[in-house]
Nanobody, 126 residues
């Protein structure tokens, strides 16, 4: 699976961005998809995840209520809608794929994700 993330940019605090991650391959629905982020000098952290058919979604507490993860399996694409952005959301955002087969879960730990996109920079100015 090859992943390509895009949609990052510079936005003022309180603004919105939508990240997209396009995946190659014909079995996209068998992968849970996750978004992670890494700020300078910090560890990579979980942001959100979605199960293969979108039945279940999970969010980090820091983004709950502001970010929404979704997917369109017909387009092999996962999205991260980010609203009410804060300066502390500034980071490189990565999408990742975790093979889960026909299971309906998604995981919040990077160690389960085998495939990663190249990252897209999100900068939120105060």
């Amino acid at each position: 699976v090859q992943l390509q993330a895009f949609g990052g940019g510079l936005v003022q605090a309180g603004g919105s961005l939508r990240l997209s991650c396009a995946a190659s391959g014909r079995t996209f629905s068998r992968y849970a998809m996750g978004w992670f982020r890494q700020a300078p000098g910090k560890e990579r952290e979980f942001v959100a995840a979605i199960s293969g058919y979108g039945e279940n979604t999970y969010y980090a507490d820091s983004v709950k209520g502001r970010f929404t993860i979704s997917r369109d399996n017909a387009k092999n694409t996962v999205y991260l809608q980010m609203n009410s952005l804060k300066p502390e959301d500034t980071a490189v955002y990565y999408c990742a794929a975790d093979y889960t087969g026909t299971n309906y879960y998604a995981r919040n730990s990077a160690r389960y994700y085998d495939y990663w996109g190249q990252g897209t920079q999100v900068t939120v100015s105060s």
